[in-house]
């Protein structure tokens, strides 16, 4: 099974320690083939957004809603390995940027 996380901060902690992408990238070695791909995400103010609302598509750019600051995608057996690697990946937060508050988002992808 196939499943997207989406960390979301909760605020704007700064930019992260150096230490923090040591122990990402730690973890992503750690993961091995389980982690398909992980990317890091642009500001929601660098964004667009596309709509279509009463049969009008609308371009806006930048975004003003809680968006997501990366995101990953595991194959795993299922939800609760998801959920461990998605646990994993707070507690890299937890011990080397400790300031840092948010939450991850875990969804199942269909078709891939």
């Not at 609302?53 to 600051?69: E, K, L, P, W, Y």
């Not at 461990?84 to 969804?107: C, M, N, Q, S, Y």
């Amino acid at each position: 099974m196939r499943f997207m996380t989406l960390l979301k901060s909760s605020g704007d902690f700064g930019p992260p320690p150096p230490e923090v992408f040591g122990a990402i990238a730690a973890l992503g070695d750690q993961a091995g083939k389980t982690l398909v791909e992980s990317a890091g995400l642009s500001l929601p103010a660098d964004s667009v957004r596309v709509s279509l609302n009463g049969g009008q598509i609308t371009r806006t750019d930048g975004c003003d809603s809680v968006s997501a600051d990366a995101y990953a995608i595991y194959e795993v057996a299922d939800l609760d390995e998801a959920t461990a690697w998605a646990t994993k990946f707070l507690d890299v937060h937890r011990k080397h940027w400790p300031a840092w508050e948010g939450t991850v988002e875990i969804r199942q992808t269909f078709g891939a």
